[in-house]
């Protein structure tokens, strides 16, 4: 029985790690593709290249007219840190709100919260694109920042009213009797245990945003204001010849700050996820 379970447990890790393989390919053909010579790309079918070049990457750092990589970098590391800023404090205001505070209409106005995550987003495009171009806000990044410091996302108000929820009240009460106010038990109680929470709304954010190409494509239309999914969109050109090298090489680095910020809070991702709030 003993050798029985053995067998089973290496069949069955056997096969996790084969499974994981094949998820992994397109990943590693991107990695390595992007160290081939644009003429080996599609017609070199092995994985390992036969030729390596780091040309790719220096080509595709010159960016676009003038303007580098760096910049295209730059820009969507601005947009994306300032989301998560504004996404970490106006949601878990919004959270706390609804979480402890009691007021009228309470649980209508957190129903049609709750409404707004079912909306698609393609729904309140129009209306939300005339809006911001009667503010002058096209080509700015104010229609992708801004929403965020008003508690846009509703999904992460949701995740911190469950997280808060499963926070013993007794807390509040002892801060209450210690002369505490809202602002001081949000503060001083309710925003250290929140930690896990507010990681994961980070990391959400973060990827996101930085992933984002659909709203930056519809907003920013001066190069200087790309963002690397724009400026890796820009790479490519259907009528004409296309740097694929350049392209893919873009696209590794690309991936790296999402893989960095990822694996470094992956333990506080988790927690966040799978946590009562109890401690």
């Known amino acids: 029985m003993g ?5 089973l447990r290496i069949g069955k890790h056997t096969l996790i790690i084969i499974l994981g393989l094949l998820m992994l390919y397109p990943v590693l053909w991107l990695l390595f593709s992007s160290f081939k010579p644009n003429q080996l790309i599609f017609s070199d079918t092995s994985l390992w290249p036969k030729e390596w070049t780091l040309s790719n990457y220096a080509n595709g750092w010159k960016g676009l007219q003038g303007i580098s990589f760096g910049t295209f970098f730059a820009n969507s590391a601005q947009i994306s840190i300032a989301s998560v800023l504004g996404n970490i404090v106006t949601c878990s205001l919004a959270a706390f709100a609804f979480a402890r505070l009691e007021f009228r209409f309470k649980k209508l106005w957190f129903s049609l919260m709750l409404v707004t995550i079912m909306l698609p987003y ?3 495009l129009v209306p939300q694109y005339t809006m911001y171009n009667y503010f002058h806000w096209i080509n700015t990044y104010y229609p992708l920042i801004i929403p965020k410091w008003l508690a846009h996302d509703s999904f992460f108000i949701l995740l911190m009213v469950q997280f808060i929820r499963g926070l013993p009240k007794e807390l509040d009460e002892s801060a209450t009797i210690d002369g505490c106010g809202y602002g001081q038990i949000y503060l001083r109680i309710i925003l250290p245990l929140l930690l896990p929470a507010l990681i ?11 992933d984002d190409f659909f709203s930056q494509m519809i907003y920013l239309n001066n190069i200087k204001l790309f963002t690397v999914q724009l400026g890796i969109r820009s790479l490519f050109d259907p009528s004409g010849q296309s740097d694929w090298g350049a392209l893919l090489a873009m696209s590794v680095l690309s991936l790296l700050p999402i893989m960095t910020i990822f694996f470094s809070f992956q ?13």
């Open 122 to 124: 393609h729904v309140t």
């Open 200 to 210: 994961t709304t980070a990391i959400f954010t973060f990827i996101w945003t930085w």
């Open 267 to 279: 333990r506080y991702f988790v927690e966040g996820i799978s946590t009562t709030g109890i401690k």
């Open 3 to 7: 050798q029985k379970a053995s067998m």
